[in-house]
């Protein structure tokens, strides 16, 4: 993003639309620090700009990782990454891919709201690879594509890229629950952002979750909310 | 190459931040088709599932992607059904947002009985959502996704009171600064609730956003968050 500093009439209506507060007044008008931008399009989108001073640029690659992982609207047909994240639990009636015996867990790194480097996130994956544990990265997640067998982004220049969020997926046999949450949770203590923590399961009694699988989780150290997602099951070949 | 880059998808229904006053009001049911096992002629039971979801009228409605003319498509925004209908794919993302546990009821029962095979996500509180599916039918539920929370360097977080509004957009889009900022105005009075919780909701390309729980949310909140701040 760019603000066209010949246009701008620094009224700083933009600033607050920015979620990784990145517009900042200089000079009587407005401009974007290109670091901290995650290129989301917010701004552009916001309708604050009075005078159309805020562009959208071509990004070439890296810095059109920001995009792709920041902004919904961003068709890309150039990196071959299909999304930030994959369809997850959201067909498994559908896809079955998560049955009693795996759980899923994903670890949205920089949300809620506070971004991210992407050297952050290979920190996570690089991490998890080292712990040996039988954890199975999604194929078509896009963080699993662009890593390779240590968990290192194949290409060490995208480590600088900031993005609104990304998500780590993982299929995970039930009896590894805890020690992969006990290494989450060590994983949690190196880091530099926030990320919001995921959890799929098939493993429920009646409309209930499994008592076993509820103290798994509470003995490795986490709550869960009373909030979630639940696929009701309507979805058929 | 791998294929295209055609939405961000990710669990942005999830980690919706608050209590449960206002939680109670606050659903989104999700519907799409799985690409390349169910995905083939999907684009008109997806449009019938929109119409169901209007016919209720709902809190927001809106799709991953955009419209034809490259908007966001979603009714927050202004874009009308069917402006979004056109904009409807095989692989298309839609949602409704509604706020009452009996609507999403009667949204379930119709999707039941059109059986377009097409899944559909509910996020909500567990406990209301369940109440809501029918004993007769197992094996509902099928699978859940749930919250385990938020972690790591928690202390740039803002406060609960921002990240209850702003959780509501799971992509990121509606800014902590912004709801901060529009909240210390409605509580001097200088904007109403509901113009700044409209303001919120166009900021949430996809549609999943509450605009009425924002409302009350900022009604709830704003007078606290001008004494915290002055």
Same mark, same amino acid.
């Given at each position: 993003?760019?603000? +066209?500093?010949?246009?701008?009439?620094?009224?700083?209506?933009?600033?607050?639309?920015?979620?990784?507060?990145?517009?900042?007044?200089?000079?009587?008008?407005?401009?974007? +620090?290109?670091?901290?931008?995650?290129?989301?399009?917010?701004?552009?989108?916001?309708?604050?700009?009075?005078?159309?001073?805020?562009?959208?640029?071509?990004?070439?690659?890296?810095?059109?990782?920001?995009?792709?992982?920041?902004?919904?609207?961003?068709?890309?047909?150039?990196?071959?990454?299909?999304?930030?994240?994959?369809?997850?639990?959201?067909?498994?009636?559908?896809?079955?891919?998560?049955?009693?015996?795996?759980?899923?867990?994903?670890?949205?790194?920089?949300?809620?709201?506070?971004?991210?480097?992407?050297?952050?996130?290979?920190?996570?994956?690089?991490?998890?690879?080292?712990?040996?544990?039988?954890?199975?990265?999604?194929? +078509?997640?896009?963080?699993?594509?662009?890593?390779?067998?240590?968990?290192?982004?194949?290409?060490?220049?995208?480590?600088?890229?900031?993005?609104?969020?990304?998500?780590?997926?993982?299929?995970?046999?039930?009896?590894?629950?805890?020690?992969?949450?006990?290494?989450?949770?060590?994983?949690?203590?190196?880091?530099?952002?926030?990320?919001?923590?995921?959890?799929?399961?098939?493993?429920?009694?009646?409309?209930?979750?499994?008592?076993?699988?509820?103290?798994?989780?509470?003995?490795?150290?986490?709550?869960?909310?009373?909030?979630?997602?639940?696929?009701?099951?309507?979805?058929?070949? | 190459?791998?294929?295209?880059?055609?939405?961000?998808?990710?669990?942005?229904?999830?980690?919706?931040?608050?209590?449960?006053?206002?939680?109670?009001?606050?659903?989104?049911?999700?519907?799409?088709?799985?690409?390349?096992?169910?995905?083939?002629?999907?684009?008109?039971?997806?449009?019938?599932?929109?119409?169901?979801?209007?016919?209720?009228?709902?809190?927001?409605?809106?799709?991953?992607?955009?419209?034809?003319?490259?908007?966001?498509?979603?009714?927050?925004?202004?874009?009308?059904?069917?402006?979004?209908?056109?904009?409807?794919?095989?692989?298309?993302?839609?949602?409704?947002?509604?706020?009452?546990?009996?609507?999403?009821?009667?949204?379930?029962?119709?999707?039941?009985?059109?059986? @377009?095979?097409?899944?559909?996500?509910?996020?909500?509180?567990?406990?209301?959502?369940?109440?809501? @599916?029918? #004993?007769?039918?197992?094996?509902?539920?099928?699978? @859940?996704?749930?919250?385990?929370?938020?972690?790591?360097?928690?202390?740039?977080?803002?406060?609960?009171?921002?990240?209850?509004?702003?959780?509501?957009?799971?992509?990121?889009?509606?800014?902590?600064?912004?709801?901060?900022?529009?909240?210390?105005?409605?509580?001097?009075?200088?904007?109403?609730?509901?113009?700044?919780?409209?303001?919120?909701?166009?900021?949430?390309?996809?549609?999943?956003?509450?605009?009425?729980?924002?409302?009350?949310?900022?009604?709830?909140?704003?007078?606290?968050?001008?004494? #915290?701040?002055?």
């Amino acid at each position: 993003m760019k603000i +066209d500093p010949t246009v701008c009439t620094g009224c700083k209506r933009c600033i607050p639309y920015c979620p990784v507060g990145a517009i900042l007044k200089t000079d009587g008008f407005c401009e974007i +620090d290109r670091d901290i931008c995650v290129e989301c399009g917010v701004c552009y989108r916001s309708g604050a700009c009075a005078v159309d001073a805020i562009k959208m640029e071509k990004l070439e690659y890296p810095r059109i990782l920001r995009s792709l992982f920041s902004d919904p609207l961003t068709v890309h047909k150039l990196t071959g990454i299909p999304g930030r994240g994959t369809a997850e639990m959201k067909t498994n009636d559908v896809t079955n891919r998560y049955t009693p015996e795996y759980v899923g867990i994903a670890m949205e790194i920089g949300r809620p709201g506070i971004s991210t480097s992407l050297g952050e996130v290979e920190k996570v994956t690089r991490r998890l690879i080292m712990s040996g544990l039988p954890i199975e990265f999604e194929p +078509d997640n896009p963080i699993t594509i662009l890593i390779d067998e240590k968990g290192e982004f194949k290409d060490k220049d995208i480590r600088k890229e900031r993005v609104l969020s990304a998500i780590v997926e993982m299929r995970i046999p039930y009896d590894f629950i805890k020690p992969v949450l006990e290494t989450i949770r060590e994983i949690s203590e190196e880091l530099d952002t926030v990320f919001s923590l995921d959890f799929i399961t098939r493993n429920l009694e009646g409309k209930k979750l499994s008592g076993d699988l509820l103290a798994l989780i509470n003995e490795a150290g986490f709550e869960l909310k009373i909030n979630g997602k639940t696929c009701v099951g309507y979805g058929r070949r | 190459m791998r294929g295209l880059w055609e939405a961000v998808n990710v669990t942005h229904t999830l980690h919706r931040e608050g209590e449960s006053d206002t939680l109670k009001g606050d659903f989104v049911v999700l519907a799409m088709a799985h690409k390349g096992i169910n995905s083939e002629g999907a684009r008109e039971k997806l449009r019938k599932i929109a119409d169901i979801f209007y016919s209720y009228n709902p809190a927001n409605l809106g799709i991953m992607g955009p419209t034809l003319d490259g908007d966001p498509a979603c009714l927050a925004r202004g874009v009308s059904l069917d402006e979004i209908k056109e904009a409807i794919h095989d692989g298309t993302i839609l949602h409704g947002v509604f706020t009452d546990r009996n609507i999403v009821k009667n949204v379930l029962d119709d999707l039941k009985k059109e059986n @377009l095979g097409i899944s559909i996500v509910v996020s909500g509180i567990f406990e209301e959502v369940f109440s809501i @599916l029918n #004993d007769s039918d197992p094996p509902f539920p099928h699978t @859940l996704n749930l919250s385990l929370g938020v972690h790591g360097k928690t202390q740039y977080l803002p406060e609960k009171e921002i990240l209850e509004i702003s959780t509501m957009c799971g992509h990121g889009l509606v800014s902590h600064h912004l709801v901060k900022d529009r909240m210390k105005k409605v509580a001097k009075g200088k904007l109403s609730a509901e113009k700044a919780a409209r303001d919120f909701a166009s900021q949430c390309v996809c549609g999943i956003f509450n605009p009425e729980r924002a409302k009350i949310l900022l009604e709830k909140y704003a007078d606290k968050m001008i004494d #915290d701040s002055e």
